[in-house]
């Protein structure tokens, strides 16, 4: 009696930092390493490879606040770790209790820059800016949620270089590109190349023109990186813009990651390197 192998249902929110062989292993009868998980499969085996060439940092979320790819292990002040239906393993967020993790600085190794994360965030006021990954205060780099008091929120990602200052998706800018609250998006800010861009679900929405180096001599570039909050100020405190909602696979590459692998990254959860 042949193996009766169902249907493989491509899994986007895997966070395995592996090629979706598994996919053709699959679809050849190779039940060796994967599971059956609902409607699609799931990688069995070592959860996370090592990072790809452009790799920085990745904090998975799902049971620890471990960089998986370096050396930036955070320190957890309150988020929990629990599962979303729809992203699975990662961490709780809740504003009101002022929850974030603090970690070390993120050191990139040239002026080119690409953070992403799955984001699933909450309503907790009538504006808001929640901090999904931020370095010192408000530069030289941030990827953050913007909450409306409509009900909808955006995000934008903001640069501060040598030269001038640059963010792609500015609320005030971009009005039109706005999110339901509690649905699951994917969360790209690329900066290199002439440019900074916002791209969510694997589509750019904003863009502005920005050169130069990252600016780490000002704007309260501290000692700390932080996920789910921002610095005040340089002095190292205290801290502010707190995140509220569900956050998972936060990533650092230190490259520009181009427009075929933001749906990459979004689809499978892996770049070419």
């Keep these: 009696m042949g193996i009766d192998r169902g249907t493989y249902t491509s899994r986007r929110v895997v966070p395995e930092n592996a090629s979706w062989a598994t996919a053709a292993d699959w679809e050849s009868g190779d039940l060796s390493s994967v599971d059956l998980e609902g409607d699609g499969i799931r990688f069995r085996g070592t959860k996370y490879g090592g990072p790809p060439a452009s790799g920085v940092a990745r904090w998975p979320l799902e049971e620890t606040v471990e960089d998986v790819w370096g050396e930036h292990d955070g320190v957890n002040r309150g988020a929990s770790f629990t599962s979303d239906s729809e992203l699975r393993d990662g961490a709780w967020f809740n504003a009101g209790s002022e929850d974030y993790i603090a970690l070390p600085q993120v050191q990139l190794a040239g002026p080119e820059m690409s953070v992403s994360a799955w984001v699933k965030p909450t309503h907790h006021g009538e504006s808001s800016y ?22 909808s929120w955006e995000p934008y990602f903001d640069i501060t270089t040598e030269h001038d200052r640059g963010t792609a998706g500015q609320p005030w800018e971009y009005p039109d590109q706005t999110f339901a609250w509690d649905t699951r998006h994917h969360l790209l800010g690329v900066y290199g190349d002439g440019y900074v861009r916002m791209y969510v679900d694997g589509s750019e929405i904003a863009s502005q023109q920005l050169t130069g180096e990252l600016d780490t001599s000002k704007y309260g570039y501290t000692t700390y990186s ?19 909602g569900f956050l998972k696979d936060v990533r650092v590459y230190d490259k520009v990651l181009s427009p075929s692998e933001a749906v990459g990254l979004y689809e499978t959860g892996t770049i070419d390197g």
């Design 130 to 151: 929640d901090r999904v990954l931020s370095a010192g205060t408000y530069q030289p780099f941030n990827l953050v949620i913007y909450g409306h008091g409509s009900g």
């Design 226 to 244: 932080y996920i789910g909050t921002r610095e005040k100020d340089a002095s190292g405190g205290p801290i502010q813009e707190f995140l509220s």
